[in-house]
């Protein structure tokens, strides 16, 4: 008689700890504080990367990066083959997905949302800035559906990092049903197949997320998902403490040795991935002298930037890549260093009379301005007369746009965990004018030959050594001045568990894996 | 015998008369010496303090008040009480200066449209009207990005928005004026434009134009404090008040002293320059004489 009933009480308790732990793990509001949102959603418009932390978990395309192993993983292509002479890829769509609006995922749903940036007879197709942005679609020969499941896309070059491109945002996959409703509006009204799914969008403000329950890789531990846009880092720290939100890459660098020891807040530093530089314009007098440009370079202490303009949040420089890049080459740190007196050398051999005006441009936000102070006292204890140009973000990257900037402070990300994707962006031709006009210095054309030879080829031993020459010869011409690698820190309420910690230092964060801990 | 009332004076001064006036103008005079004591600091700001302002010292920076720091030191270490001292001076500069070129420009324009009055007054009190449609600060805003960022533009931004201020005032006592008698008198017995406007009209404008000048000091210095807090004043690493708070704002609550101690003075000082300017309304305006 009690054995039965033990037996009984046994199995109620062991479902009660499951649902225990169960019901930790299910549900919750993430409140995310971004520095922007953009007045759109279209993945063809850069609008900065409030709208991008949208995408990245709405929408999803045929691969995903892993920011942790640099690997391209299946997203909704279960697989992929490589043609030998790496210029065909097949790509099998996973079966039974539906997108957020439930209409199917077809082969015809994945061509239509590729080819749309450049068919001007689709309904949605929108004209800006970085409409192709960067999934290759320049090099594409052809892109069919062969059948219900199955997509092949044929390349013109081999592209070692075609995968990589097919997982930024531009290339996520919407649903053809929504774009035939929407049209131009789609950025407005997004719908995709990620874990989350568009429930409201308040341009320039706020995004509200709502789980996906049929999304294929299983529903999301979290209900909802806000991202808000908050004016300054201020703002994004009071509502961090105030608990207004709950996870943050925004808060001010400051805070983050306070919040570290707070009962409240978690505080993770994310590795060293994101380029921070100097631009010098190779067009406009006088940065287009290489002197110049070498006196820049090494009049900047480093160390006393990176303590106190970014309270040690960076790592010391090398070039082009970061340690967490594949094919970083560490010998550049000979380079990118403090030498004041080298700084005067290259002055003196310029033939320039001193003080040499120069006009450092910067954005008003963040750390930025404290840089351009700590950088325009560097500068002009060895020569140089340093005019602060502060711009609001819009008129920064305007100016920078139409390449009208001297000397400008920027950083570069790892977009996707493939070194071209910075590489190209920073000194292939194909990207002109910007901050370095780098099209103009004497050996862009060899740059750009190594570039093109670093995605040709897929055998890592031959990119490791074009990667060492690309890196070396950004040195030699320096349209950048390298000043550190960030390592972001990632702020997040002490409940908040399961943070991609390597994509959320990116910027790139999916919080598909993220739970609340009750 | 000497009286209970004349054991109390001071030199020809009453205790009682002092102690009434304390009691009638109390905040304009605690006003008054904190004005003076600002313009003292921010004028010999070299001699009050051994710091230079705009040399880093890393090593230091973000360090709480303490003797050898009395109030902190900043992000780049630099001492912050130097930094006070001297960063009053761009902001009162240019507030002293923008409240008196308008002043003149006011009082020429208000003089001419009032006193000539038909098409003149017309066309002149319209422009004003177009100027003062606008916000104040938001008019300073739109001038200095026109003319873009520097400490003069920031000056010209200020004086614009205020003279139309001025130009209305005298020319609602002009107007009154130019009509009495005596005004009437004046041009009968064949004196001049100039000498009626110079010996008759100009000294009954004073009272008024003390009392308006006073009020917009310290909007100008308000003014001032938001175009420098904006980044379109003063360059870095000039010291300035509105820059300060600027870029000590996100160290609020890690470093409160830094944004803290500019903002207390910016306050004071406009509070200040409010209660004397009440003071002198008081004192001046033939309406509220008497009462108190």
């Given at each position: 008689?009690?054995?039965?009933?033990?037996?009984?009480?046994?199995?109620?308790?062991?479902?009660?700890?499951?649902?225990?732990?169960?019901?930790?793990?299910?549900?919750?509001?993430?409140?995310?504080?971004?520095?922007?949102?953009?007045?759109?959603?279209?993945?063809?418009?850069?609008?900065?990367?409030?709208?991008?932390?949208?995408?990245?978990?709405?929408?999803?395309?045929?691969?995903?990066?892993?920011?942790?192993?640099?690997?391209?993983?299946?997203?909704?292509?279960?697989?992929?083959?490589?043609?030998?002479?790496?210029?065909?890829?097949?790509?099998?769509?996973?079966?039974?997905?539906?997108?957020?609006?439930?209409?199917?995922?077809?082969?015809?749903?994945?061509?239509?949302?590729?080819?749309?940036?450049?068919?001007?007879?689709?309904?949605?197709?929108?004209?800006?800035?970085?409409?192709?942005?960067?999934?290759?679609?320049?090099?594409?020969?052809?892109?069919?559906?062969?059948?219900?499941?199955?997509?092949?896309?044929?390349?013109?070059?081999?592209?070692?990092?075609?995968?990589?491109?097919?997982?930024?945002?531009?290339?996520?996959?919407?649903?053809?049903?929504?774009?035939?409703?929407?049209?131009?509006?789609?950025?407005?009204?997004?719908?995709?197949?990620?874990?989350?799914?568009?429930?409201?969008?308040?341009?320039?403000?706020?995004?509200?997320?709502?789980?996906?329950?049929?999304?294929?890789?299983?529903?999301?531990?979290?209900?909802?998902?806000?991202?808000?846009?908050?004016?300054?880092?201020?703002?994004?720290?009071?509502?961090?403490?105030?608990?207004?939100?709950?996870?943050?890459?925004?808060?001010?660098?400051?805070?983050?040795?306070?919040?570290?020891?707070?009962?409240?807040?978690?505080?993770?530093?994310?590795?060293?991935?994101?380029?921070?530089?100097?631009?010098?314009?190779?067009?406009?007098?006088?940065?287009?002298?290489?002197?110049?440009?070498?006196?820049?370079?090494?009049?900047?202490?480093?160390?006393?930037?990176?303590?106190?303009?970014?309270?040690?949040?960076?790592?010391?420089?090398?070039?082009?890549?970061?340690?967490?890049?594949?094919?970083?080459?560490?010998?550049?740190?000979?380079?990118?260093?403090?030498?004041?007196?080298?700084?005067?050398?290259?002055?003196?051999?310029?033939?320039?009379?001193?003080?040499?005006?120069?006009?450092?441009?910067?954005?008003?936000?963040?750390?930025?301005?404290?840089?351009?102070?700590?950088?325009?006292?560097?500068?002009?204890?060895?020569?140089?007369?340093?005019?602060?140009?502060?711009?609001?973000?819009?008129?920064?990257?305007?100016?920078?746009?139409?390449?009208?900037?001297?000397?400008?402070?920027?950083?570069?990300?790892?977009?996707?965990?493939?070194?071209?994707?910075?590489?190209?962006?920073?000194?292939?031709?194909?990207?002109?004018?910007?901050?370095?006009?780098?099209?103009?210095?004497?050996?862009?054309?060899?740059?750009?030959?190594?570039?093109?030879?670093?995605?040709?080829?897929?055998?890592?031993?031959?990119?490791?050594?074009?990667?060492?020459?690309?890196?070396?010869?950004?040195?030699?011409?320096?349209?950048?001045?390298?000043?550190?690698?960030?390592?972001?820190?990632?702020?997040?309420?002490?409940?908040?568990?399961?943070?991609?910690?390597?994509?959320?230092?990116?910027?790139?964060?999916?919080?598909?894996?993220?739970?609340?801990?009750? | 015998?000497?009286?209970?009332?004349?054991?109390?004076?001071?030199?020809?001064?009453?205790?009682?008369?002092?102690?009434?006036?304390?009691?009638?103008y109390?905040l304009a005079?605690?006003g008054g010496?904190f004005v003076m004591?600002i313009l003292?600091?921010?004028?010999?700001?070299?001699?009050?303090?051994?710091?230079?302002?705009?040399?880093?010292?890393?090593?230091?920076?973000?360090?709480?008040?303490?003797?050898?720091?009395?109030?902190?030191?900043?992000?780049?270490?630099?001492?912050?009480?130097?930094?006070?001292?001297?960063?009053?001076?761009?902001i009162l500069l240019v507030s002293f200066l923008s409240v008196a070129t308008a002043l003149a420009l006011g009082i020429a324009v208000g003089m001419?449209?009032a006193?000539?009055?038909?098409?003149?007054?017309?066309?002149?009190?319209?422009?004003m009207?177009?100027l003062l449609?606008?916000?104040s600060v938001?008019l300073a805003?739109?001038?200095?990005?026109?003319?873009?960022?520097?400490?003069?533009?920031v000056m010209v931004a200020i004086t614009v928005s205020m003279i139309p201020i001025f130009s209305r005032l005298v020319r609602s006592v002009v107007?009154?004026l130019?009509?009495?008698?005596?005004?009437?008198?004046?041009?009968?017995?064949?004196?001049?434009?100039?000498?009626?406007?110079?010996?008759?009209i100009f000294p009954n404008m004073i009272p008024a134009i003390i009392i308006q000048a006073s009020a917009l000091l310290a909007v100008a210095i308000g003014t001032a404090t938001?175009?420098?807090?904006?980044?379109?004043?003063?360059?870095?690493?000039?010291?300035?008040?509105?820059?300060?708070?600027?870029?000590?704002?996100?160290?609020?609550?890690?470093?409160?002293?830094?944004?803290?101690?500019?903002?207390?003075?910016?306050?004071?000082t406009v509070l200040s320059v409010n209660y004397i300017g009440d003071g002198l309304r008081d004192r001046l305006d033939p309406r509220l004489r008497?009462?108190?």
């Amino acid at each position: 008689m009690v054995y039965p009933l033990l037996k009984r009480l046994l199995v109620v308790i062991s479902l009660s700890l499951c649902w225990a732990a169960f019901a930790q793990e299910r549900g919750g509001t993430l409140v995310v504080a971004t520095e922007s949102m953009g007045d759109t959603l279209e993945p063809g418009i850069w609008t900065g990367f409030g709208s991008i932390h949208v995408l990245d978990n709405v929408g999803e395309g045929l691969v995903k990066s892993d920011f942790t192993s640099g690997d391209p993983t299946p997203g909704l292509a279960e697989s992929w083959t490589i043609s030998e002479d790496g210029l065909t890829y097949t790509f099998k769509i996973r079966q039974g997905v539906k997108f957020q609006d439930g209409s199917d995922l077809t082969a015809e749903a994945v061509v239509r949302s590729l080819s749309r940036y450049t068919n001007a007879e689709d309904a949605s197709y929108t004209e800006g800035f970085y409409m192709q942005s960067g999934h290759g679609a320049g090099n594409w020969a052809s892109l069919e559906a062969t059948d219900a499941s199955t997509v092949t896309l044929v390349l013109n070059q081999p592209d070692s990092t075609q995968l990589h491109r097919l997982s930024r945002p531009s290339a996520y996959i919407i649903s053809s049903a929504a774009l035939d409703s929407f049209g131009t509006d789609i950025g407005t009204n997004y719908v995709s197949a990620g874990p989350f799914k568009l429930e409201k969008f308040v341009p320039g403000q706020e995004a509200t997320l709502v789980a996906n329950e049929d999304y294929y890789g299983g529903r999301p531990y979290l209900d909802q998902l806000v991202l808000r846009a908050y004016p300054d880092e201020a703002s994004i720290l009071a509502a961090l403490e105030s608990g207004e939100v709950t996870f943050t890459t925004y808060a001010p660098f400051t805070s983050v040795s306070r919040l570290q020891a707070s009962d409240t807040t978690n505080v993770e530093v994310g590795p060293a991935l994101v380029d921070l530089f100097i631009g010098a314009s190779a067009k406009n007098a006088p940065t287009d002298n290489l002197d110049i440009r070498l006196a820049v370079n090494y009049a900047i202490n480093r160390e006393t930037l990176i303590l106190a303009g970014l309270d040690g949040m960076a790592a010391m420089p090398s070039s082009i890549l970061s340690p967490t890049d594949f094919g970083y080459d560490p010998a550049g740190e000979a380079i990118s260093t403090y030498n004041p007196d080298l700084a005067k050398e290259h002055i003196a051999k310029s033939g320039l009379p001193t003080p040499i005006t120069v006009d450092l441009a910067f954005e008003s936000n963040r750390f930025w301005p404290t840089l351009a102070e700590l950088i325009k006292a560097d500068l002009e204890a060895v020569g140089f007369q340093v005019n602060l140009d502060r711009l609001d973000s819009g008129t920064f990257w305007g100016k920078a746009g139409e390449g009208a900037l001297q000397l400008s402070i920027n950083q570069r990300s790892t977009f996707v965990p493939d070194p071209n994707d910075k590489v190209a962006i920073l000194h292939s031709v194909s990207s002109p004018g910007g901050q370095t006009w780098h099209e103009l210095l004497p050996r862009a054309k060899e740059m750009d030959a190594l570039i093109d030879a670093g995605v040709a080829t897929s055998d890592e031993a031959e990119r490791l050594e074009i990667y060492k020459q690309i890196q070396a010869l950004a040195l030699e011409e320096m349209p950048y001045i390298y000043l550190g690698y960030l390592t972001p820190p990632v702020f997040s309420a002490k409940n908040v568990q399961g943070i991609p910690l390597a994509a959320a230092a990116a910027g790139r964060f999916t919080l598909e894996g993220v739970w609340l801990e009750q | 015998m000497v009286s209970s009332r004349q054991s109390t004076n001071v030199g020809t001064v009453s205790f009682g008369r002092v102690r009434r006036i304390w009691k009638k103008y109390d905040l304009a005079i605690v006003g008054g010496v904190f004005v003076m004591l600002i313009l003292f600091c921010t004028i010999f700001a070299p001699l009050l303090t051994p710091y230079d302002p705009t040399v880093n010292d890393i090593k230091v920076r973000l360090q709480g008040p303490s003797l050898l720091h009395p109030f902190g030191t900043d992000q780049f270490g630099r001492d912050l009480l130097a930094r006070v001292l001297y960063g009053g001076r761009p902001i009162l500069l240019v507030s002293f200066l923008s409240v008196a070129t308008a002043l003149a420009l006011g009082i020429a324009v208000g003089m001419s449209a009032a006193y000539w009055g038909g098409w003149l007054d017309s066309l002149l009190m319209r422009l004003m009207d177009v100027l003062l449609s606008f916000p104040s600060v938001l008019l300073a805003i739109l001038i200095v990005a026109a003319l873009g960022p520097g400490l003069s533009n920031v000056m010209v931004a200020i004086t614009v928005s205020m003279i139309p201020i001025f130009s209305r005032l005298v020319r609602s006592v002009v107007v009154t004026l130019v009509n009495e008698d005596y005004v009437a008198a004046a041009k009968a017995l064949g004196a001049v434009n100039a000498r009626v406007i110079i010996r008759h009209i100009f000294p009954n404008m004073i009272p008024a134009i003390i009392i308006q000048a006073s009020a917009l000091l310290a909007v100008a210095i308000g003014t001032a404090t938001a175009l420098n807090f904006l980044g379109l004043g003063v360059e870095p690493p000039t010291p300035d008040w509105g820059l300060m708070v600027s870029d000590g704002q996100k160290l609020i609550f890690d470093a409160p002293h830094v944004p803290l101690f500019p903002g207390l003075v910016i306050t004071l000082t406009v509070l200040s320059v409010n209660y004397i300017g009440d003071g002198l309304r008081d004192r001046l305006d033939p309406r509220l004489r008497g009462q108190g």
